[in-house]
């Protein structure tokens, strides 16, 4: 595997090779040996910054977030090694090996951003470089002026120009990296779908499910290490991270106990 990017220092904690593993946390005099570097702190976030912005500080730990680390400092869903399958993120924490669905997991921390941004003044938005004219039947075109100050608290700018043209100028900025017209195609979709229904926090949160399944890391994106380990540090910190928002499971553990039972070692 290759090094972590030009520059990158070295990061401790980290897993020290061979059977020093087996024991726990190894200290930083192992450090070289690892063909894999570990990024850590603001030099993660940035890189993650890369596809998502970055959302509001967390104030506390919410009550279904990921379980706190123990006493060693390790955090509960450790340090990132790689890739499988460019679709699960593998990393090493206390217990063993953790198995990450990276698209299921993104998507859940947008998610929750969302309904924070949503809950507050609303979501701050990104401007277009150039505005997106998009042909749409009538009844869109109906839809979307109608709700065009909603979709402004989702951090949407849209004006109508004509009986089926919409112009979109400004996305969500957690969404920036987003397929514009999709995303919008699909809202205008789910607002129609849920209709001007008088439960509205429970419209919008569909929407908003939408939205941040549109801006979640893909299946076979190429992640940093970097990366990876920003997106297990927001995990961490997000509410009910252990699900995405269609209640399937983001990551699993498997403990040393149980990798050993697989390859009978021990008999």
């Given at each position: 595997?290759?090094a972590?990017?030009?520059?990158?220092?070295p990061?401790?904690p980290?897993f020290?090779a061979?059977?020093?593993a087996?024991?726990?946390w190894?200290?930083?005099?192992?450090?070289d040996s690892m063909?894999l570097?570990?990024?850590e702190?603001?030099l993660?976030?940035?890189?993650?910054a890369?596809f998502t912005?970055?959302?509001?500080?967390?104030?506390?730990?919410p009550?279904?977030?990921?379980?706190?680390?123990?006493e060693t400092?390790i955090p509960?869903?450790?340090?990132?090694?790689g890739?499988?399958?460019?679709?699960y993120?593998?990393?090493q924490?206390?217990?063993g090996?953790v198995?990450v669905?990276?698209h299921a997991?993104?998507?859940?921390?947008l998610y929750?951003r969302?309904k924070?941004?949503?809950?507050?003044?609303g979501?701050v938005?990104q401007?277009?470089?150039v505005?997106?004219s998009?042909?749409v039947?009538t009844?869109e075109?109906?839809?979307?002026?109608s709700v065009r100050?909603?979709?402004?608290a989702?951090?949407?700018?849209l004006?109508?120009?004509g009986p089926?043209v919409?112009?979109?100028?400004?996305?969500p900025?957690?969404l920036?990296?987003a397929?514009a017209?999709a995303l919008?195609?699909d809202?205008?979709?789910d607002?129609?779908?849920?209709?001007r229904?008088?439960?509205v926090?429970e419209?919008f949160?569909?929407?908003?499910a939408?939205?941040?399944?549109h801006g979640?890391?893909r299946?076979?994106r190429?992640?940093t290490l970097a990366?990876?380990?920003?997106?297990?540090?927001d995990?961490?910190g997000t509410?009910?991270?252990?699900?995405?928002n269609?209640?399937?499971p983001t990551?699993t553990?498997?403990?040393l106990?149980?990798?050993?039972?697989?390859?009978?070692r021990?008999r």
């Amino acid at each position: 595997a290759a090094a972590g990017p030009a520059g990158l220092p070295p990061a401790t904690p980290r897993f020290a090779a061979g059977e020093s593993a087996r024991g726990g946390w190894s200290g930083p005099s192992r450090q070289d040996s690892m063909p894999l570097r570990i990024a850590e702190g603001e030099l993660a976030e940035r890189s993650w910054a890369v596809f998502t912005a970055p959302g509001p500080a967390t104030e506390g730990r919410p009550a279904n977030a990921v379980a706190p680390a123990p006493e060693t400092g390790i955090p509960p869903l450790g340090y990132a090694l790689g890739q499988l399958a460019g679709i699960y993120i593998l990393a090493q924490n206390r217990d063993g090996l953790v198995v990450v669905d990276m698209h299921a997991a993104h998507e859940r921390v947008l998610y929750e951003r969302l309904k924070n941004a949503h809950a507050g003044p609303g979501a701050v938005g990104q401007p277009l470089l150039v505005p997106l004219s998009l042909r749409v039947s009538t009844t869109e075109a109906d839809l979307a002026e109608s709700v065009r100050d909603e979709l402004a608290a989702l951090g949407f700018e849209l004006d109508r120009r004509g009986p089926d043209v919409v112009v979109l100028r400004q996305l969500p900025a957690l969404l920036a990296t987003a397929d514009a017209e999709a995303l919008l195609r699909d809202v205008l979709s789910d607002l129609a779908e849920q209709g001007r229904s008088s439960r509205v926090e429970e419209r919008f949160n569909a929407v908003l499910a939408t939205m941040a399944c549109h801006g979640a890391v893909r299946a076979q994106r190429q992640l940093t290490l970097a990366e990876m380990n920003a997106l297990l540090r927001d995990m961490e910190g997000t509410e009910r991270a252990d699900q995405c928002n269609h209640g399937r499971p983001t990551w699993t553990q498997l403990s040393l106990a149980e990798l050993d039972k697989l390859f009978l070692r021990g008999r």
